[in-house]
């Protein structure tokens, strides 16, 4: 049965991503952001079947819960009309090619340069205190550097929401 659930959710974690960035039933950015909660819920489904318990409720509450509607706002503050639009995907577009090769460059040298089963597992049961030692002694850069972009995010937002007193 485990093996059933993680086929299913892994297709549904790929089809609702998929879905985030070609949307073939709509061109409005609430959808795809729909389509990205979606995600998030199948990946917690993945998580549960890890034993990972409170990482699945921290995704659930943390990105599907305050990261989407920090989402849903910026969306809807930036309501932009379909000829910006138009400017702004023909502009991009090489930008976002570059950025998703250099990801992808990234990601495939950093797995034939890593040895499978390096690091640490965290044990079946779920343990939490496990979690919080591991991540706060052996991943504290990158906790603290998601920390700072969350910021930074959030400082964004702020700005953006500023009205202009002329």
Same mark, same amino acid.
Do not use: C
């Given at each position: 049965?485990?093996?059933?659930?993680?086929?299913?959710?892994?297709?549904?974690?790929?089809?609702?991503?998929?879905?985030?960035?070609?949307?073939?039933?709509?061109?409005?950015?609430?959808?795809?952001?729909?389509?990205?909660?979606?995600?998030?819920?199948?990946?917690?489904?993945?998580?549960?079947?890890?034993?990972?318990?409170?990482?699945?409720?921290?995704?659930?509450?943390?990105?599907?819960?305050?990261?989407? =509607? #920090?989402?849903?706002?910026?969306?809807?503050? !930036?309501? /932009?009309? %379909?000829?910006?639009?138009?400017? *702004?995907? &023909?502009?991009?577009?090489?930008?976002?090619?570059?950025?998703?090769?250099?990801?992808?460059?990234?990601?495939?040298?950093?797995?034939?340069?890593?040895?499978?089963?390096?690091?640490?597992?965290?044990?079946?049961?779920?343990?939490?205190?496990?979690?919080?030692?591991?991540?706060?002694?052996?991943? =504290? #850069?990158?906790?603290?550097?998601?920390?700072? !972009?969350? /910021?930074? %995010?959030?400082?964004?937002?702020? *700005?953006? &929401?500023?009205?202009?007193?002329?």
């Amino acid at each position: 049965m485990q093996e059933t659930l993680f086929y299913i959710f892994s297709l549904l974690t790929l089809g609702f991503g998929f879905l985030v960035v070609a949307n073939p039933f709509s061109r409005n950015p609430v959808t795809s952001a729909m389509f990205l909660v979606l995600t998030i819920g199948s990946l917690a489904g993945l998580f549960v079947l890890l034993h990972a318990f409170f990482l699945a409720a921290v995704q659930v509450l943390v990105y599907a819960g305050a990261v989407m =509607v #920090l989402f849903l706002f910026v969306i809807m503050l !930036l309501d /932009l009309r %379909a000829e910006e639009r138009r400017k *702004l995907w &023909s502009l991009f577009i090489p930008f976002g090619l570059v950025s998703v090769g250099a990801i992808l460059f990234l990601f495939i040298r950093s797995l034939l340069n890593s040895p499978l089963g390096v690091g640490k597992a965290l044990t079946q049961d779920g343990d939490t205190m496990a979690l919080g030692h591991l991540l706060f002694s052996q991943y =504290v #850069l990158p906790f603290e550097i998601v920390s700072v !972009l969350l /910021l930074v %995010a959030m400082v964004g937002v702020v *700005l953006l &929401s500023k009205k202009d007193l002329k």
